[in-house]
Structure formats: C-alpha cells, structure tokens
C-alpha cells in the first residue's frame, strides 16, 4: 500500500550556506532552476541567490538576518524551489498535501502551483518591499520548551497583554512574539521557574498584530500578482484550511504576517487523515524534527539536513521504500569508555594532584559527545566528525545546539555556562568538549547558570 505523503516547506531557520553546492554539481536540474531565479532576482532588483546556496563560504543566518534579510529570502526560496522540483521532477515524488511552516507558506504557495517561479519569487521581493515602505516598531520573537497551550496561560498570569503565541511548534516548543520589553520580562520569568527561553534572532515581532501596516501594505503589493488554481493540495497552518483558489491565496496573503502558525495542529490533522509520510523540502531538518515530536512514529525524511550529492540524495530517497526514515532512539554508552581502573567523572572537580591521571582525555570527552549528539539527531556517529561544524554542516540550529549541550553538561555533571556565554560560538564536537572540562560542577554556587544560544 502506497502511504499518503506530505511536502513540507520551512521558513527562516532553514538557511545553510552553499547548501545545494554538491547537488548542483550533480543535478542539472538544480543547477536549471537557480540559472533562472538568478535572472529573476536580478530583475527584481535582489541578489542572485545561488551565490549563497553554492558556496559553503557564504555568510551565515545571523548574519544575514542582520545585515541582508532580503537576499535571505530569495535564497530560501531558491532552495525550497530547487528541491521541490527535484523530489518531483526527477525523482517522481508526487506529494498528496503541502504544508508550510510562517515564511515557507508562501514558497508552497508556489510550489502548488498558485503561482508560477517568477511570480513567486515576485510575491517575496513584495513581503520585503512592504516592510522597507511601512517599517513597523521594534520587536522580537522567543522560543520557549512549552506547549501552546500553557504558554498562553503563562502569559495570561503574567499580565504580558503585548506578547502572544506566534508559533505552535510541537508539543513541547512554541514561539512567542511582541515588544522587546515584554519579551525579556516573558524569557526571564520563564527561566526563573525552569523553562528554556531562548531569543530569536529575529528583527521584528512576526505573527503580531505589530506588523499590521506591513501587513496590508504586503496585501496591496501582492495584489497585481495573479494566483491560478492549485495543482497540488495545500494545507495552511496559518489559516488552519486548505488554500485553493484566488481569493484563498489573498486572504493567506493578508493573514501571513500577523496571525500565528498552527504547525501542531495541522500535522495532526494531516496524519488524522493518513499522512505517514513527511518529507522536508529544504536545508536542514528543523520541521522534519518537529513533526516526530508532534506524531512519533512517522517517516519524517529530510533530504538536505546536511549538505549532500545528488547519489547521497538518491539512497536516501530510496529509504522510503525499504525503512523508517527517523531510526529508534538507541541507549547511550556510559560517560567514559571502560577502563581497567576506576576514573572519577567531570562531575567533580579533580584534586591538582590526580587530575594528569584521571580527568578523562579530549578524546574521550569527544567520544561521548558523538554518541550523545548521534542518538538524538537520528545521524550514524561517523557522520558525527570531531570538526564538523554543526550548523553549517550538519543543519543542527541553535536552539537544536542549546537542548544537546544542556544534556551533555548534565550528563557530565556540569552547569550551564554563564549568560554572556554563546554556545553556538563552540561550532564543534572538538570546541564542545574543550568548553565541557572548564564549566563548574552542578551543585556549585557560581552564579548564572542559564545559557543564550
């Protein structure tokens, strides 16, 4: 029996430099389709995206975000775009639904077939238009390791009116939205009673009534494109219905900057209808992660996690047929290899006279960091190098960083390093196990434990 199969489309975090690199060399098809959204960028007056998704040397997401939030875009869209037509076109991959996730609900608008590559590309350069013409206040955004649910009571007995949910992520993750101020009071109140808060890094309040001139200024632009009916079916998560037709598309124009994502929701209402199969069309894994969490038990296949070939990509693909795409969590090795003598862990602090003998080596620290790391991304421990860069290589976002080194420094018994700490600057297994032996123990009193990716 043929399972029911979802495509789906993420939005800003799926960024990875030079991520269709060796894919392009590969596929001519890939390489077809960023010849012509160059063109396309170059008349709408953007930058060519393929100089960002072929070069691994290219700037990074927080730099971008920062510095090029448009050329950003072209480029997620551009990598979305190529993927999609290479599970379909030439792998013969026929989705059943479309789904995106906030910025990626308008690359499947495309992707069904509501509007054609020039017009979607168009539709982008529009959204960035809209926000240069009527620039909204200052704000941010904020993840919290909480449901929807208890985020919005959360923020309802904290008297935090300007802040909502904005995201609903999975059972356990949203993201919350509003004024800078209210954010920190929010991200700091959560700490305080033990909920992981981390900062977005994100110049606005997205999914907020704060952007609501951009909003309709997005709509007038939008407005003179032409949206034809879908030749796939597409779920928004946004408008909680699938979009099908002309005024479906405006009315998720209108919708896109200000009303939450319902991502939880809408997974679930896809596998209650017999979607077992979700396949992430774009660079790293981060809705591919999301959707286990939500239905554990699915396939949930994401084919750039990494950076990969166009043979790399075929075997994957292959998967399909043959075994679950997201492997069984598998039981952790101890702390340390066995040794034939008893050797103290990091969890406490060596005396200077036995530490050159005891303390466990680099090595080692590496070792348990593949094994840790390995099991809870769903990687085989090879591809787990002691200098692979977990962003740029392995498409392991920050937040994805903070969760696996808060379960590292527990499992060494360590506390988390001081706020003025980035973990995200330790890219490395090799940085992670040199940080690891320098944190305090646990039960120290050094104040600051809590972490800001």
């Not at 396309?40 to 290219?58: F, H, K, N, Q, T």
Request: with cysteine; charged share 20%.
């Amino acid at each position: 029996m043929v399972e029911r199969c979802a495509f789906l489309f993420p939005g800003q975090g799926a960024y990875l430099p030079g991520a269709l690199g060796r894919l392009a060399a590969d596929e001519p098809l890939v390489a077809e389709t960023l010849r012509e959204l160059d063109a396309v960028a170059v008349r709408l007056g953007r930058a060519a995206p393929s100089r960002l998704l072929l070069d691994e040397r290219a700037p990074a997401l927080e730099e971008l975000v920062r510095k090029a939030p448009a050329d950003l875009h072209v480029a997620l869209f551009a990598a979305e775009m190529a993927l999609f037509r290479l599970l379909t076109e030439r792998h013969h991959l026929t989705p059943d639904v479309l789904l995106g996730h906030s910025f990626g609900e308008l690359v499947a608008l495309t992707a069904a077939g509501a509007l054609d590559l020039a017009d979607g590309l168009a539709l982008v350069a529009a959204r960035d238009d809209a926000f240069a013409a009527q620039p909204p206040p200052p704000g941010g955004m904020v993840a919290l390791e909480l449901s929807a649910a208890r985020t919005a009571a959360l923020l309802a007995g904290l008297g935090e009116w300007g802040v909502s949910v904005a995201a609903d992520n999975s059972p356990r993750q949203c993201v919350v939205s509003g004024p800078a101020e209210g954010l920190e009071r929010v991200r700091w109140k959560a700490e305080a009673v033990g909920i992981r808060a981390t900062a977005l890094p994100v110049p606005y309040a997205f999914h907020h009534r704060l952007l609501a001139a951009v909003a309709g200024e997005f709509t007038r632009r939008a407005a003179a494109l032409h949206a034809s009916p879908t030749r796939h079916l597409l779920h928004s998560a946004i408008l909680g219905r699938r979009v099908d037709d002309g005024d479906a598309v405006a009315e998720l124009v209108s919708a896109h900057l200000v009303r939450p994502t319902r991502f939880t929701d809408a997974v679930r209402l896809l596998h209650a209808e017999g979607v077992e199969v979700f396949v992430e069309c774009g660079p790293r894994g981060v809705l591919s992660d999301l959707v286990a969490a939500t239905v554990p038990g699915v396939r949930a296949l994401a084919p750039l996690r990494r950076r990969t070939s166009g043979p790399e990509l075929t075997d994957e693909l292959h998967s399909l047929t043959i075994h679950q795409f997201v492997p069984p969590p598998q039981p952790l090795p101890p702390p340390h290899p066995p040794r034939t003598t008893p050797t103290p862990s990091l969890d406490t602090a060596p005396s200077p006279d036995t530490a050159h003998d005891d303390s466990p080596t680099h090595d080692e620290v590496v070792s348990v960091l593949r094994a840790l790391y390995a099991a809870a991304l769903g990687y085989p421990p090879e591809v787990l190098t002691a200098d692979a860069d977990l962003e740029a290589d392995l498409g392991v976002d920050s937040i994805k960083q903070t969760e696996l080194f808060a379960q590292a420094v527990t499992r060494f018994g360590r506390a988390l390093p001081t706020e003025g700490t980035r973990l995200t600057s330790h890219t490395t297994l090799d940085a992670l196990a040199e940080l690891l032996p320098t944190l305090p123990p646990r039960h120290s009193s050094a104040p600051g434990t809590g972490a800001r990716p």
